[in-house]
């Protein structure tokens, strides 16, 4: 069965594309910490009442600038998700087409994408919405719509602000509540670490320094790694958490309409497969479902955590697209074979990156496990069914010695 392996560098540009949004949503952030521990530097001089007071002031004015970049940071990640869903929808739309013989073409059937979808995407808690008060209409209108369409064999399938409410966070979270999290906590952090300091007497260039690292106004020419590695305590764990929010709503969102797409189209394509990123990064629960193949609404989906790399590709039909020889996929090594599993992949790698991958006590398992089942298999018992890891002496009393 063949997949366009155009939608495996998807994947790789999609990665790239969120480096470019946290960095914005970062430095608008670091600003705003440099900003105030640029004003902490002036107080030294003033008497011991007014510094105390312009201190509350720098605080204040502090706590009330992160509120805001909470806020434009929702609105600013809305615009650029609402801007990706259109743009995969259409990307993996034209795919389809352009994989089947020019005969076929006319039959893949779009997806449009409601104005509201990303808003309700980054603002709308599932958990706080009365089912009852929903629009009944509007799910009228959504079902009957996608119903006639199937009936017909054309037609409009819609990704809606209804669907969007449905996306959280790995941990339940949406994103505007997760940036006001972040706004809060680096608030008090940035306070406990100036009040502490001043009461040990430390110098205000020392905090300073503790604050902020050596970060200084528009880093525009880092990335965000960077970023992170030049900061310092109020600025290295928000930069991260940042790039985490963002790298994994652009997943959510990218594979939310991708296979919006593909459930539009099961007349040619009525399954997909789970791809993972081959390299030593890739978790375990991804490693173990890379390769595998689910029938669509029947299947987990990326994200399953945070910061989660992995996609879905469609499977077309072999009757319509026969299976390709050439094709390929991306990993670090430079192209493999499309079909090839993480965990064939691994099993060709030295026990160094092997060790990189599974840590240094799973290796000897997974190689034993590998001659006995197979490496696509072997990576799967590395991981319970409900996608939990087991420990090591787990795979001991379950193998024993390798």
């Known amino acids: 069965m063949s997949t366009p392996e155009t939608l495996y560098r998807n994947a790789i540009d999609l990665n790239r594309y969120s480096n470019s949004v946290a960095r914005r949503v970062i430095n608008a952030y670091n600003d705003i910490i440099i900003d105030s521990v640029n004003q902490l530097r002036t107080i030294d001089d003033l008497a011991a009442p007014v510094k105390a007071a312009r201190l509350r ?3 204040a004015q502090l706590k009330d600038s992160l509120g805001t970049w909470a806020g434009d940071a929702t609105e600013l990640t809305a615009t650029e998700l609402q801007g990706l869903a259109q743009l995969q929808s259409e990307f993996v739309t034209e795919e389809l087409r352009k994989a089947l013989p020019v005969g076929s073409r006319d039959a893949v059937r779009t997806v449009e994408i409601s104005p509201q979808f990303a808003q309700s995407v980054v603002t709308t808690d599932p958990t706080q919405l009365n089912v009852v008060a929903l629009s009944d209409d509007l799910f009228a209108a959504v079902e009957g ?3 006639l369409a199937r009936q017909a064999g054309t037609g409009v399938f819609n990704l809606t602000a209804a669907k969007g409410a449905t996306i959280t966070l790995p941990n339940g979270e949406v ?5 006001r999290g972040i706004a809060v906590d680096q608030a008090e952090r940035f306070s406990q670490v100036v009040r502490q300091g001043l009461l040990t007497g430390e110098t205000t260039p020392s905090i300073a320094k503790r604050l902020i690292g050596n970060l200084q106004f528009g880093e ?30 652009i997943n959510q969102v990218a594979n939310t309409a991708s296979q919006q797409v593909y459930e539009a189209n099961q007349d040619i394509t009525k399954k997909y497969r789970y791809v993972a990123t081959l390299d030593t990064r890739t978790s375990a629960i991804c490693a173990a479902l890379d390769g595998r193949e689910f029938e669509y609404g029947k299947g ?5 955590h945070f910061n989660c790399r992995s996609t879905t590709v469609p499977i077309i039909d072999p009757d319509i697209l026969p299976p390709s020889t050439t094709a ?24 160094s990156v092997q060790a990189a991958a599974l840590g240094p006590g799973k290796v000897a398992y997974f190689n034993k496990l590998a001659s006995k089942y197979g490496p696509r298999d072997a990576i799967a018992k590395l991981v319970r069914d409900d996608g939990a890891e087991v420990t090591l002496e787990q795979l001991r009393k379950r193998y024993g010695p390798a």
């Open 57 to 59: 002031g720098i605080l």
């Open 145 to 147: 719509a996608e119903a």
């Open 175 to 179: 994103v505007t509540k997760a940036f």
């Open 220 to 249: 525009e020419a880092k990335t965000v790694r960077q970023l992170v590695a030049a900061g310092g305590q109020a600025t290295a764990v928000a930069d991260n958490q940042i790039m985490t929010l963002v790298r994994t709503s």
């Open 300 to 304: 987990p989906m990326p994200p399953q």
């Open 328 to 351: 390929t996929r991306a990993s670090k090594d430079g192209q493999v074979p499309i079909n090839q599993s993480y965990g064939e992949w691994l099993a060709k790698q030295p026990r």
